[in-house]
């Protein structure tokens, strides 16, 4: 008899595993040379719920593991990021009927958001559990070190009192447990206010086998329907959704305490998303293979052709690609624009983080693109894209290689 799993977001009994990566390591888990012998590796299984349609990690890791003093992504390392939270903030602080509103962000790592709704006249306050929440402070912006609870929203409720807009961005994805943080937050909402949050949407994973997406950090994977379902349990209003391009395709969720107001998108893609199910996830299953089977034999193939490769992006989303080829790849290096992640390996297969400016000096033929969600503006901004004497040939979303015009 299969084993059973319980849904961690409705309680039922029909979670059904979808793809067993075998063990794993931390995704941001980048290390010194002194600490291979002692990294460690975690089952990574990724399920969707048949009653709920809630896609999930079936065993997460604690938080406390994950999100540390040396958490090493910080919010700002893409510009159009950054443009992005400026949007964000301003649709958020314009469609207040306060001027100056009250504004919290669970989540807010370097400051990259309330840094924008601060010079938009907002008063503003982050929560954050990271490391990352240092750099946010120095920026004069008031942060709370801690994980959202609804322990601590209690708390902020009674020093602080309520907030007009509660924002959190790539942030619901990796909450540990979800009852008690909407809980906090329904609790924090002031009459009339919003909870806006954005994370990666499950429909545009599905449509580009964006396996990479699935990690130890992304506990749920949500959809329209999902999110609703969930929301519907706490008493919560989901009003409004907006589609996003950053991240590979986010979703944006708009919700109030509530009241009757509900514009059309929610029905709408809903709809649309009737097309999920458990098959459709079994599909994803096979393209996962497929597409990490291609992504091996192309690179295999440079390989021989005498090419050296190496990586783009020291994302979370590279120690997946990396971890799940079947046979380690001579790959000389990733570049990454993070000074906290550059000297340091990448978890599990150790390859040397180093600055971008390293692609000038070496005879590097194939670029592996871990940070594809990133491509526009990398190839904008790095020149290397741009030299006249290469052309970039792509055989794939994530695989270029340099042919010498
Ligand atoms: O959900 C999460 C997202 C929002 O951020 C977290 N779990 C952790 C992190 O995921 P990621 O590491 O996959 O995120 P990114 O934004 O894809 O990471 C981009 C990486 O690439 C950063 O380390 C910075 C680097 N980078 C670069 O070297 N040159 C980025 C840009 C834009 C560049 O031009
Ligand atoms: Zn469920």
């Not at 999930?56 to 939270?85: C, D, K, W």
């Not at 504004?103 to 938009?120: S, Y």
């Not at 098959?279 to 089977?293: G, P, Q």
């Not at 390293?358 to 491509?375: P, Q, S, T």
Request: aromatic share 10%; glycine share 6%.
């Amino acid at each position: 008899m299969a084993f059973r799993y319980r849904c961690r977001a409705c309680n039922g009994p029909n979670l059904k595993k979808v793809i067993d990566f075998g063990k794993m390591p931390l995704a941001n888990g980048f290390l010194a040379e002194e600490e291979f012998e002692s990294e460690k590796f975690y089952p990574l299984e990724f399920g969707f719920c048949v009653d709920c349609s809630m896609a999930q990690l079936i065993n997460p890791i604690a938080p406390s593991v994950l999100f540390t003093e040396n958490y090493p992504f910080v919010s700002s390392s893409s510009g159009r990021m950054v443009n992005h939270f400026d949007e964000l903030v301003d649709s958020a602080i314009h469609e207040s009927p306060k001027s100056s509103p009250r504004l919290l962000e669970i989540g807010c790592n370097d400051g990259a958001a309330l840094e924008r709704a601060r010079a938009k006249g907002a008063m503003v306050l982050g929560i954050e559990p990271s490391g990352t929440a240092k750099i946010a402070k120095e920026k004069g912006i008031g942060v709370l070190e801690a994980t959202f609870a609804s322990l601590l929203a209690k708390s902020i409720r009674q020093t602080q009192g309520l907030w007009d807009i509660i924002i959190a961005t790539n942030t619901l994805c990796h909450v540990h447990d979800l009852d008690d943080v909407l809980f906090g937050i329904k609790m924090l909402l002031a009459e009339g206010g919003v909870f806006i949050f954005e994370d990666p949407y499950l429909p545009d994973i599905l449509r580009l086998t964006a396996y990479d997406q699935i990690y130890d950090e992304h506990k749920w994977y949500f959809s329209v329907t999902s999110v609703n379902r969930l929301l519907t349990r706490h008493g919560l209003k989901l009003v409004m959704v907006e589609p996003q391009t950053v991240h590979g395709g986010s979703m944006r969720y708009w919700v109030i305490n509530e009241g009757e107001k509900r514009d059309d998108s929610v029905r709408q893609a809903i709809e649309q998303e009737q097309f999920i199910d458990l098959e459709r996830l079994y599909e994803f299953k096979r393209e996962t293979i497929v597409e990490i089977r291609n992504l091996q034999d192309s690179l295999d193939e440079s390989l021989k052709r005498g090419r050296k490769i190496a990586g783009y992006g020291a994302t979370s989303k590279s120690t997946v690609i990396l971890n799940a080829l079947e046979r380690w790849l001579p790959i000389q290096y990733i570049t990454d624009t993070t000074p906290q992640k550059q000297g340091r390996f990448s978890p599990g297969v150790h390859i040397p983080i180093v600055s971008p400016d390293k692609l000038r000096e070496d005879d590097i033929g194939v670029v592996l693109m871990l940070a594809w969600n990133h491509f526009d503006e990398i190839i904008e901004k790095d020149p290397i894209f741009n030299e006249r004497s290469r052309k970039l040939l792509f055989h794939s979303r994530r695989v270029a290689e340099w042919v010498t015009r």
